[in-house]
């Protein structure tokens, strides 16, 4: 059990930098690359951003680890301890210091998801219960979600655009997720009903509209805004819709299910702090600005080599 404590954290702690180093590297893009391949193609490119991606591999494989010597629901809340390492590293980064307000948040988001996951405790589940219809049924729910956070982004202010971007590619991500363990299901049958499977092949478009979508939001706000609302979404969506199509069974009954739902309030109230705090919303004029000089830097060489 110590083992797998200090691999989950150490994964934690993998996945914070890699979160800044994406963050850093996908903030300062111009913003007519936001939701555009061109963001993809210039971010592989830089050696911050791949040693970020490089950090997050390793990071899973310390989960794996870790899950190979502990329970689910002890790894999966210690792997949530990343927020308290990734927002004030960035802030720190950016020369700039976290107040009560901004601590409050992240801790409330870092417990509250830590809670609400050792209370419900998903276990069990088929995948092969999942019938085309339940299928259908989730990737259209996933749909409306991704396609309601983009929409709602058009009405709210610059920070809250970036958590919408991020709550729609956690959405993605957490499908991401089911498709994945529907995926290992099918390998255990041999190489044949995996690549005959349809779900194969739409993990892999998820994979990479996933990992736009949060580039994106890394690219239009600082990590206060996005990487809590990321790891807010994944494991919901993941958990709900593993639930409906699965099968899994949630822990319930007094007091499991009220301390879940105190977890996830306290998760929303952690957001909602963070998402209206003035050091956060300076984090983004901050960010706003390095995007603008970037911008007008890569004009001018353009301009250059015209010449």
């Known amino acids: ?41 210039h971010l592989v490119r830089q050696p911050m951003w791949l040693c970020g991606i490089g950090l997050a591999v390793l990071a899973y494989g310390f989960q794996s680890l870790a899950l190979a010597f502990g329970p689910l629901s002890l790894v999966q809340p210690l792997i949530v301890c990343e927020l308290v390492f990734a927002v004030p590293l960035s802030a720190r980064l950016c020369r700039t210091r976290l107040g009560a307000r901004e601590w409050f948040g992240t801790l409330a988001v870092t417990a509250g998801l830590a809670t609400a996951l050792v209370t419900a405790r998903p276990h069990g589940g088929d995948p092969a219960v999942a019938d085309l219809g339940r299928w259908a049924t989730a990737l259209g729910a996933v749909a409306a979600t991704v396609a309601g956070a983009l929409l709602a982004r058009r009405f709210v202010s610059p920070v809250w655009r970036a958590s919408c971007m991020a709550l729609a590619g956690g959405a ?128 001018a060489r353009g301009t250059g080599r015209q010449r």
């Open 1 to 41: 059990m110590f083992v797998a404590v200090v691999v989950a954290l150490a994964a934690g702690a993998c996945f914070a930098l890699a979160g800044v180093l994406q963050q850093r590297s996908a903030g300062v893009r111009p913003d007519r690359e936001w939701m555009s391949w061109q963001l993809l193609w």
């Open 172 to 299: 993605v991500m957490g499908f991401q997720s089911v498709l994945l363990a529907a995926t290992v299901a099918r390998m255990e049958q041999g190489a044949g009903p995996v690549f005959s499977a349809w779900q194969t092949y739409l993990l892999v478009v998820a994979s990479i509209a996933g990992l736009l979508l949060i580039q994106s939001a890394f690219q239009e706000g600082p990590l206060a805004a996005t990487v809590t609302v990321i790891d807010t979404a994944e494991p919901l969506v993941a958990v709900v819709v593993g639930t409906a199509l699965f099968g899994e069974a949630l822990d319930i009954g007094w007091p499991v299910t009220a301390l879940t739902v105190v977890g996830v309030a306290a998760t929303v109230v952690g957001i909602v702090c963070l998402d209206t705090s003035a050091v956060v919303a300076a984090l983004h004029e901050q960010q706003a600005a390095q995007r603008r000089a970037s911008s007008v830097s890569e004009e």
